[in-house]
Each structure stands twice: as structure tokens, then as C-alpha cells.
């Protein structure tokens, strides 16, 4: 593992002993089953899908470790509201305070502020983080198959669905298939972004699709979609669900710039 993830895992590691201390997962766990029920994201994307549109998981995300801060004027109410008018499907906000300028804040606001269900975007390392999105009212939750081992991703995978959420499954490359096998979710994400050097490469999406692990899957891919001919590329491979987020975020007009995207 290259040093920005492990260092991302250190930091995590840190974030859950320190929330622990403060509220204990017995108590977090107590808290996370009361909830009221989460909202259905995977039937969100499929409703879309059943009427031949593409379904866009618009990211609510300030900064980035590599890009900088990517949209000063960051109001996360308004920014999920023009989402929402724009035609996505569901929300992803990233929580991630350090590495991304994120919080908890932006998504409790977000998914109050519309009727889209809501990813939690981070980096999901401790089962107590899956029970804690949950009392933040995550609808969705994202593990990265890069960070975690096999035993990890099913616990945590096992815990979401207990609660009511569902998990969008995240992979880089090939060598992750195999632990992931056994996995339930049908999200099955493609992130063309290499973790290690930050370059995109959309063909890593349409390089990973014919692998039949992902066969009968709905996959997602992330990173690096800026345009219409991005999208009828990947439509034409079979691929109809996307998470955008910095394309987005650039946007004058967000609500215009996912409108436009969405009509392919």
C-alpha cells in the first residue's frame, strides 16, 4: 500500500479511537438502530435505469488532496437542492475532514434539504464508522476495496444491510476482485483514478467490465467524466450509472451542468 493510503488508514484509525472515547460502539450501535429507515438508494438508480435514463450519483465534495479546494462558494444546501432540480438520482458527500475539507454537517444538510438518497464518501476502515454514518442518516455507504482485506469488506457490507443501507462497492483494479467475491451489493463502482499517482484513465472502466466477476452488476464509474462524449462512450460499453463530482462542483451553473450531462 503506497504511503498516502496508509497514512489515510492511520488517520482513520485515530478519528474512530478518538469518537469511540467519546461514544462507545455499544452505544453508537444503540443509536444507529433507531434511526428511522434509510432511503432506498439502489432503487433510486434503477428507477432511472428502468426509464432508459443514466443515473448520476452527484457529489457534493469542496476539496480534494491533489486538486486544491475545488469550489469556494461551497454551500452544501444548495449545491444538493441544484442537484436535486437537475435530475440526479442520489447524493454522495464527502465526511472527510482532513483530506478533503469535508463533514458530517454537509451530509446530515444535504439529505435534509432534498429527497435524494445520500452516500457517505470516506474512507470506511472500522465497523463503528458504518453505525456512525448511519446516525448521520447515511443512506449508502462506500468501501474501498484497496483498504480493506476480505473479512473487512463482508463485516462491514453485513453490518450496512442490517441497518437498511446499501453499499456502492469501490475497486481500482483487477487484483481486488477476488476478495470482494461473496459480496451481496450490486453497486459495483470502477474508480479510473489510481490512488497511488492520482492520474485518471477512463479505460480502466471499460478495460474492468468484461471481467465476469462484474457481469449481471450495476456498476458505477467514478473519477474523471466531463462531458457528454465521456458518457456516450461508457453508455455505449454498458455503463449507465456514474458518480461526478469535480466536473460538477467547477460548474457556474451546477443545476445546467447535470442537466446537460444527463441528456445523452
Known sequence: MDNFLSQI????TQEVLAAAAKEPLADIRAKAQDRPPARDFIGAIQSKHQNRQIAVIAEVKKASPSKGIIREDFHPVSIAQAYERGGAACLSVLTDEKYFQGDALYLYQARRATKLPVLRKDFMIDPYQIYQARTWDADAVLLIAAILEREQLLEMESIAHELG????LELHHESELEKCRGMKTPLWGINNRDLTTFKVNLKTSLRMMSKPELQGKTVVTESGITSVDDIRMMRNQGI???LIG???MRADNIEAELSNLLHV
Open 9 to 12: 488508514i492511520t488517520t482513520k
Open 165 to 168: 443501507m446499501a453499499v456502492l
Open 246 to 248: 469535480e466536473t460538477l
Open 240 to 242: 449507465h450509472t456514474f
